[in-house]
């Protein structure tokens, strides 16, 4: 049993994340704590797990007791044989180059001997069923498969609780199931788990108590289903227009990998394209092709009239805005206003009149105060919004967006909502690939469902989303929303 | 951030500087493409890497500075150079000896100015100093691993390249990105010595002035010395006698203005001849006798500056008229009049008894 | 990491020896032709490279754009090192003697030798360096220096920062990519725009790596990384008679050379 008693904390000059937090967790038990961003949800969980305050600053009162022992008199190697913390980024929490080795990483510095420790491997792949995973090279593995590994490498240390720190925000609607499966498993096999979750609905089945996290408090929690299904009726595509964009027969791979099998698309103003799929169907890599980014290998791409390779990527630029999944990678500058009208410098457009629209609409996504900041500063959402406003400080005519919800919000999730929308009624276009069904029900008048390289279904997202029930996909009209 | 307390580093230090060493090595590909287009830009051939040359120590500064230890700076340039030996760098085991003894300088540096340099920006100069130190190093590698004889002067102007280069991007744009990582909050909670709220944007720029003001100097002096008054001490007119004499000395052709004598010589190579011509220079048992050979020499070498040596026989020499080192463009050229072509020893430096 | 010069797995009899006893005895030939620059000596290591490769099985193409480089490189350095040196025997002047002046640019054959040394010694220290690459897992060379004394939190940097490379490749790839996006082009005219390009790659880069930082330290201290001094091994490499015999060798080698380059021969003689 873990129980946290009175339990406060707060960083070096700051206020209390969190005061006089209660909390337990038993083997067998599934608990969910929500909250919104920045709740301190993510602190709660380092408490849980010891590296507050053995690996982080701060005030801390309270205690927290495991299976009888209290953890402030217990070193942190101790307290992580008992309690494992699966963090948010999977891709951060691998160490090593082989598989074998990152699961083997735990137990050879316990100093288990190497018969036991592969024993241990192997029991910690069977638990999360990854047996055929254990030759392969870390770097190469999918984002699911590493998260999977990284839960392998924590249980090879045979904890007895584990912690994990949102645990399905990059998972696709098929990963999310089998998260669920797997958390079962764990519970089954006696382990105590908690999980600190945003998106509600991707772990509410397995739960056996749901708390809270607001305010500071910690509270138990009734979660009910909410929608975001919008009120406005939906704008119908101008497809009587020449398209904005249009691909025909595009393939292309890397390697040997096929990523994109002899797909044809085309893109007319005033649609909004919800690009749905597993993950690893080429979603990403569609995009890449159709903002010129990779040239296909077959087949042909055309912005408006002219051929995409004949474009210099400044042309490509003032047609189209982009916004890729990390946003890290797509800031520049060094303050939060260099950054965002960048692009107009670039394509010579910093002129008064595109500057004053540029001030207003950063004042409108609550950006205007932090217009003198560094732009990493930023918190993720405020980091992806800077993002979409940079992406479209030009006005483009067509937006092409790869999963810009995650970690947003819900005002976070309306501005950018509301841009699509205002671009749609200027006649501009839009792609957006993203897991979130009620987003594409909701805001999309066009839903193309990609799957292996080529487009599966292509039609209004009602339809698409029954077919994809009829195939057994039906995951996908079910994540998503009721986000805190 | 904590640098005091036990002397083993933390995990997060380790991280730091494996991270950083691998972001550098991965990275060098684009330096070497940035250079290119440098390249490209001014028309020349090569000569960019050098101007590059100080983004590959930024690497190392930059962990000297986020992990404050002795030592450090070291463990991150023979991490950086493994990392560029596995991704199969062009230079081979060379890289990795070569970025261990560019860390190792950084930390020589910081062991000798001490703190870490926010407060002070006497301290600043000295660490763009030990950048552009460490950048250059690699310069006096290079040249010894893949290329003799090149002229002195021209080593140097190189180093003095790879030194301005160091000062620019290990130095003032290192400072840079250093201020730039502590505004993200990137080192949330380790870093305790967060910089206090600034007053200003233009910070950057001003706090760098003085260093600017001070490296610009520094950098105009040390062409002006290389170009100048360097050229003195690395005369292609000078020959140094050394050895078992009672008196060492280094020889210019005014030493004996009133000497020189002309002789008509042959050059009898093994393949080619050079028909007979007129040469004028001091002979060689002038210059010796200067210097007063000791009783037990019996040889004497001949050393040129790209390494070639010739050996004769001491006496002969003593006895030996047509055997004169002559004034040529830009070089001493010995005249071996009765010796065939191969001791006919082109840009001489040393004159060593034995 | 590159898949044509990164390790390549196999059990010749070069993958099987003990990563450490290769890596130091790399270092002490080269370090040995370093000082001791003998054409003979370079040719012959030349050859037990080129061997190497095939008894390793991995493919040195020639047509591939690095082993080109390489050659290319090499016969540079020739040229070059021909062109500067004028001393020894003249074997041809490129320009001949014309209206009495001249001659000029003397090709002679202690020049030829010294570029055959210098283009050989480099031919030979990349070329052996990527057979040990090829050859050597750098997971079991990290835990070799770790077993053989070196503090294991400190080898394991090694690990780490192999772990990464291909990480950052992809992410430098990526942030090109959104650069290209903007419409961002590099601009090397003045060392402002060199600055700029320099700072618009590196700036998300550091962020992005920067902030793995705390997450994988956490990580790794979650799981008992430095709980001792010491730690098992679920997969090492044995130090057996042959890494000992290749040791002795290797370093046998070495005082040779210092013998060699400080006492008996005279220079131009010892460069073959």
């Not at chain 2, 230079?91 to 020589?108: K, M, N, R």
Request: aromatic letters at 12%.
């Amino acid at each position: 049993m873990i129980e946290a008693k009175n339990l406060s904390f707060s960083y070096p000059f700051s206020s209390p994340v969190f005061e006089e937090v209660d909390f337990k967790l038993a083997p067998k038990e599934v608990v969910v704590i929500t909250g919104p961003t920045g709740s301190g949800k993510s602190t709660l969980a380092k408490c849980i797990t010891g590296f507050i305050p053995h690996h982080v600053d701060g005030t801390y009162v309270g205690s927290i007791i495991i299976n009888d022992h209290d953890m402030g008199d217990m070193s942190l190697a101790d307290i992580s044989r008992l309690v494992g913390l699966v963090q948010q980024d999977s891709e951060s929490q691998i160490c090593t180059l082989k598989v074998l080795d990152e699961i083997a990483f735990g137990p050879e510095n316990f100093l288990v001997k190497r018969n036991d420790i592969l024993s241990r491997i192997q029991e910690s792949l069977d638990a999360i069923d990854s047996h055929h995973l254990i030759e392969r090279e870390t770097y190469a593995l999918s984002g699911g498969e590493k998260k999977r590994i990284v839960i392998a490498s924590i249980l090879s240390s045979l904890p007895q609780y584990i912690v994990f720190d949102e645990p399905t925000s990059n998972l696709d609607p098929q990963g999310i199931k089998q998260f669920q499966d797997l958390l079962l498993q764990l519970k089954e096999n006696n382990f105590g788990v908690l999980c600190i979750e945003h998106n509600l609905n991707a772990v509410l089945p397995v739960a056996d108590r749901t708390l809270k996290l607001d305010d500071g408090k910690l509270v138990s929690y009734n979660p009910v289903y909410e929608s975001t299904e919008s009120n406005s009726p939906r704008i119908q595509p101008f497809l009587f227009q020449e398209p904005l964009l249009s691909a025909s027969q595009i393939s292309f791979s890397y390697d040997s990998k096929i990523a994109i099998d002899n797909l044809s698309l085309s893109i007319y103003p005033g649609e909004i394209i919800a690009l749905m799929g597993d993950n690893g169907s080429g979603k990403t890599t569609l995009l890449r092709l159709l903002s010129g980014l990779l040239s296909p290998d077959f087949g042909q791409i055309f912005l408006g009239d002219t051929h995409i390779e004949k474009l210099s990527s400044k042309d490509i630029a003032k047609h189209t805005g982009i916004v890729f999944q990390n946003p890290v990678h797509q800031i520049f500058e060094k303050s939060v206003w260099q950054e965002y009208t960048l692009g107009l410098r670039i394509l010579g457009l910093d002129d008064i009149y595109h500057l004053e629209q540029a001030e207003e609409k950063l004042k409108k996504y609550g950006l205007f105060e932090k217009k003198n900041d560094n732009p990493y500063s930023l918190s993720h959402g405020q980091k992806r919004r800077l993002n979409v406003l940079s992406s479209m400080v030009h006005t483009p005519s067509l937006l092409i967006f790869d999963e810009p919800f995650i970690g947003q919000d819900k005002v976070g999730r309306t501005l950018i909502t509301e841009s699509l929308l205002n671009h749609q009624k200027n006649g501009g276009a839009s792609i957006v690939v993203t897991h979130d069904s009620e987003f594409s029900k909701g805001f999309g008048n066009r839903l193309v469902f990609l799957d292996s390289g080529a487009i599966l279904l292509d039609g209004t997202p009602e339809s698409v989303l029954s077919h994809l029930a009829l195939l057994g996909k039906d995951e996908y009209d079910f994540s998503g929303v009721n986000q805190e | 951030m904590n640098s005091s307390q036990s002397p083993r580093l933390k995990t997060y230090e380790i991280v730091t500087i494996a991270i950083l060493g691998s972001l550098g090595g991965a990275l060098s590909t684009f330096i070497g493409y940035l250079g290119n287009l440098v390249n490209l830009a001014l028309g020349v051939p090569f000569g960019a890497g050098q101007f590059m040359a100080g983004l590959h120590v930024f690497w190392l500064v930059l962990i000297r500075i986020f992990v404050p230890r002795n030592g450090a700076g070291t463990f991150g340039g023979f991490l950086k150079g493994l990392v560029e030996l596995f991704t199969g760098s062009t230079h081979g085991l060379v890289i990795v000896l070569i970025t261990l003894f560019q860390g190792l300088l950084i930390d020589l540096g910081g062991i000798a100015i001490k703190e870490t340099p926010e407060t002070d920006n006497f301290k600043r100069f000295l660490w763009w100093l030990v950048a552009g130190v460490s950048s250059a190093s690699n310069v006096f590698a290079f040249q010894f691993i893949y290329f003799s004889g090149a002229p002195w002067f021209y080593i140097a102007l190189i180093a003095v390249l790879a030194f301005c280069s160091g000062i620019i991007f290990s130095g003032y744009f290192a400072w840079e990105t250093i201020d730039f990582l502590y505004d993200t909050g990137v080192f949330s909670f380790h870093t305790q010595k967060q910089p206090p709220p600034t007053k200003e944007r233009k910070r950057v720029i001003y706090r760098n002035i003085p260093a600017i003001a001070f490296v610009l100097f520094l950098t105009i002096g040390s062409v002006y010395y290389v170009g100048f008054v360097a050229r003195a001490f690395v005369d292609p007119y000078a020959c140094e006698v050394v050895g078992l004499v009672e008196q060492p000395y280094v020889y210019h052709p005014g030493t004996f203005p009133d000497e020189s004598v002309t002789i008509e010589a042959e050059l009898q190579g093994a393949y080619t001849h050079l028909p007979p011509a007129n040469y004028s220079g001091v002979p060689v048992s002038r210059i010796l006798h200067e210097a007063s050979p000791l009783p037990e020499a019996s040889m004497l070498r001949v050393v040129a500056r790209d390494g070639y040596s010739a050996r004769f026989s001491l006496a002969d020499v003593m006895t030996d008229s047509r055997l004169i080192l002559s004034v040529a463009e830009d070089e001493l050229w010995l005249i071996a009049a009765d010796y065939d072509g191969a001791y006919w020893v082109h840009h001489v430096s040393i004159f060593e008894v034995y | 990491m590159n898949k044509q010069f990164g390790f390549h797995e196999g059990d010749s009899f070069l993958h099987i020896l003990n990563p450490l006893a290769k890596f130091l005895s790399l270092i002490f030939i080269m370090i040995g032709i370093l000082i001791y620059p003998s054409l003979t000596l370079t040719i012959f290591f030349l050859l037990l490279t080129l061997i190497g490769f095939r008894v390793a099985q991995v493919p040195l193409e020639l047509s591939h754009n690095r082993v080109r480089f390489l050659l290319v490189f090499s016969v540079l350095l020739l040229v070059l090192q021909v062109m500067v040196i004028s001393n020894g025997n003249v074997i041809i002047y490129l320009v001949p003697v014309l209206n009495g002046t001249g001659p000029f640019f003397p090709i002679t054959d202690y020049g030829i030798s010294v570029g055959l040394v210098f283009a050989t010694r480099f031919l030979l220290i990349v070329l052996s360096s990527m057979l040990f690459v090829s050859v050597t897992d750098p997971t079991l060379l990290a835990h070799s220096l770790a077993r053989s004394g070196v503090p294991y939190r400190y080898s394991f940097a090694l690990i780490i920062s192999l772990r990464f490379l291909p990480l950052f490749d992809a992410e430098s790839d990526m942030v090109r990519m959104a650069q290209r996006a903007r419409g961002i082009t590099y601009d090397v005219r003045s060392i402002h725009g060199i600055l700029a390009s320099i700072r618009y790659t590196f700036y998300p880069l550091l962020v992005s790596a920067l902030s793995r930082v705390d997450t994988l330290s956490m990580s790794m201290d979650g799981r008992g990384f430095g709980y001792d001094t010491h730690r098992t091994y679920v997969r090492f490499a044995k130090w057996r008679k042959r890494d000992s015999f290749l040791m002795i060798l290797s370093l046998g080698f070495l005082i040779l050379c210092v013998l060699f380059s400080f006492n008996i021969l005279p220079f131009p003689l010892i460069l073959f």
